[in-house]
């Protein structure tokens, strides 16, 4: 009886690996695998655009309920919960008894809140109406060239008086003039 038993573990044992080996040579399985592995390292990099795209790659190799989780997660860290809601539904569509299914209702209805409050926000936004826009007539001495004009009329009008009163000889007095010679 216990010779059977070690023989039906390791006929047990001997299948499970060829079935392993005959896995690994699945050319679409081979790029699921490599895309996933991929977007994995992106998406701990918090690269989420390039790991959505290496996920979308490895569920078009082999289209694996498990990948559009992954694609869901990186549409709800993009802040697209749309996205993400329609990938969590359709990976518990396909994937009824996902071990993390409640899991998965959980993040489905917090990111349903967010898009209602988000909503929510939107049309209070347009609700509003848009603030006036700037007063385009300012008053003319607001502006910094009205100042500028004033000082360089002030000046060239300084100049201008002093050369039309200058003269250049002495003024001449009643008191006579002192002439100083060399």
Request: glycine fraction near 6%; aromatic fraction near 12%.
């Amino acid at each position: 009886m216990t010779s059977s038993v070690i023989r039906f573990v390791f006929t047990l044992c001997a299948t499970l690996l060829l079935a392993r080996v005959a896995y690994a040579d699945d050319p679409s399985e081979r790029a699921a695998k490599r895309h996933f592995d991929r977007g994995q390292k992106l998406f701990t990099l918090g690269k989420f655009d390039e790991a959505l795209e290496e996920y979308q790659k490895a569920f078009d190799a082999s289209p694996l309920p498990d990948f559009l989780y992954n694609i869901g997660q990186c549409h709800r860290n993009l802040g697209d919960y749309e996205q993400a809601i329609f990938s969590f539904k359709r990976f518990l569509q396909l994937d009824p008894e996902a071990p993390n299914r409640e899991k998965v209702e959980l993040i489905i209805d917090e990111l349903e809140d967010k898009l209602e409050r988000d909503g929510a926000k939107k049309r209070q936004r347009e609700d509003k109406p848009p603030p006036p826009p700037p007063s385009a007539d300012k008053p003319i001495y607001t502006k910094w060239w009205f100042w500028t004009g004033i000082a360089v009329v002030g000046v060239a009008g300084g100049v201008g008086i002093y050369a039309a009163t200058r003269t250049d000889s002495a003024p001449e007095t009643n008191l006579g003039n002192i002439v100083f010679t060399k």
